[in-house]
């Protein structure tokens, strides 16, 4: 069995739940690895880089409209942003290569998506983040950029809200 297919399986049994960004071959270093600054087009045209986020707690969730996984977490998605922009927080959705934007768009406008949602037609985003290949993958970034967490498959949100709340109270 190949290590994607492993991956998958693991990710489907609920093994991979929560790992920190440096043990998925990502970093290492016990100081926060620097969030790659990618540039992306949101579904209303929009550009914008992660860069001109800085100052803000970030959530950049990878997805793909044929992933249960990510179909699934999307509300706590929705409810955590809500829970949070008034204080800082931001999210950005980012389709994978292959989910057709016709897709995407659908998905977004029926559920009413109240954040950025990119495609990433080229797969430079994903490949900047680490090749990520699994969905869902999400990282949360710190104000000054910084990864401070990788989620491979849906997260804690109990966890996810506390780093959260003591990431929106640092300087």
Request: with cysteine; aromatic share 8%; glycine share 8%.
């Amino acid at each position: 069995m190949d290590i994607q297919r492993r991956r998958h399986l693991a990710l489907s049994l609920g093994l991979l739940a929560i790992a920190p960004f440096g043990s998925l071959g990502l970093g290492g270093c016990s100081s926060r690895e620097t969030a790659p600054n990618v540039s992306y087009t949101l579904l209303d045209g929009r550009t914008s880089t992660l860069k001109a986020q800085q100052g803000k707690v970030m959530l950049v969730n990878f997805w793909a409209t044929s992933c249960t996984t990510c179909v699934h977490e999307m509300p706590q998605i929705v409810a955590t942003h809500e829970k949070f922009k008034a204080r800082g927080f931001d999210t950005l959705a980012v389709a994978m290569s292959y989910d057709p934007p016709a897709y995407v768009a659908s998905f977004s406008e029926t559920r009413k998506l109240p954040f950025g949602v990119a495609i990433d037609n080229t797969g430079a985003v994903a490949k900047a983040f680490g090749d990520v290949r699994l969905t869902p993958t999400t990282f949360l970034i710190d104000k000054r950029g910084g990864v401070v967490k990788k989620f491979v498959g849906e997260p804690d949100f109990a966890a996810l809200h506390g780093l959260i709340e003591d990431l929106l109270k640092e300087a």
